[in-house]
């Protein structure tokens, strides 16, 4: 099993509409996680980071964490086209040397 | 501007035709790691570097070299590759701990023939 699982999709939706990325994991040790948004043929940026539990609010972006469930969130409001891109959820190592371990990322599509 | 500079952009090349890519960052920052990034698998980590003359294996380091010999460059090194090794790689680098962000270079397409 993976450490983290992410549907691919693609994942269509309208302009506004609420979008909600789904991560989950396999180690419940795993506290701190992060939401990196990738555009196509560029190189991923930290979109969010959250510790263990509860929501973490950005403007229109908030990322939440179930430890009960192993879930893991993202949710745009008032999506734009300007955020279809593929979104990366990542795990950080919880010791040693190495930085993160990455879902394959979902391909997120807003259209116009 | 802080950034993470790959070179180069595009690369085709051929079965056993020894290739570097470089990468350079101007943040001063401890750890610069390698990545590769399928269609279906996603990013995997091949090399990292915690420092200067450090560096360890990550996810997927066969057919890969690495050196650090200064804080600033991390060149990823093929020395016979082989057309399982077409892909897209991205550099980072970060600071020296494991939550800190990430930062990425735009990435280097590469094509063995």
């Known amino acids: 099993q993976k450490e983290v699982e992410q549907d691919p999709g693609p994942l269509s939706v309208p302009e506004g509409a609420i979008v909600s990325l789904n991560c989950t994991y396999s180690n419940s040790a795993f506290q701190y996680f992060m939401w990196y948004r990738q555009y196509s043929r560029k190189g991923p940026e930290l979109l969010m980071y959250?510790?263990?539990?509860g929501n973490k609010e950005d403007g229109r972006f908030t990322a939440q964490v179930d430890k009960s469930s192993k879930y893991i969130s993202l949710f745009i409001r008032d999506s734009q086209p300007s955020d279809s891109a593929t979104y990366l959820c990542?795990?950080?190592?919880?010791?040693?040397?190495?930085?993160?371990?990455f879902g394959k990322g979902t391909h997120l599509i807003i259209q116009p | 501007e802080a950034q993470v500079t790959q070179n180069p952009r595009y690369l085709i090349t051929v079965t056993g035709k020894k290739l570097t890519v470089t990468c350079s960052q101007n943040m001063n920052h401890e750890y610069m790691s390698w990545y590769r990034q399928d269609p279906g698998l996603g990013l995997r980590q091949i090399y990292y570097?915690?420092?200067?003359?450090?560096?360890d294996k990550g996810d997927v380091p066969e057919g890969y070299k690495v050196s650090r010999k200064e804080k600033r460059n991390f060149p990823l090194i093929l020395e016979s590759p082989s057309p399982n090794q077409t892909s897209l790689y991205f550099c980072?680098?970060?600071?020296?701990?494991?939550?800190?962000?990430?930062?990425f270079g735009s990435g280097t397409q590469l094509s063995v023939l």
């Open positions: 990542a795990r950080v190592s919880g010791g040693g040397a190495d930085g993160l371990t």
């Open positions: 570097s915690m420092n200067v003359e450090v560096t």
């Open positions: 959250t510790y263990s539990s």
């Open positions: 980072a680098s970060r600071g020296q701990g494991a939550g800190e962000k990430l930062f």
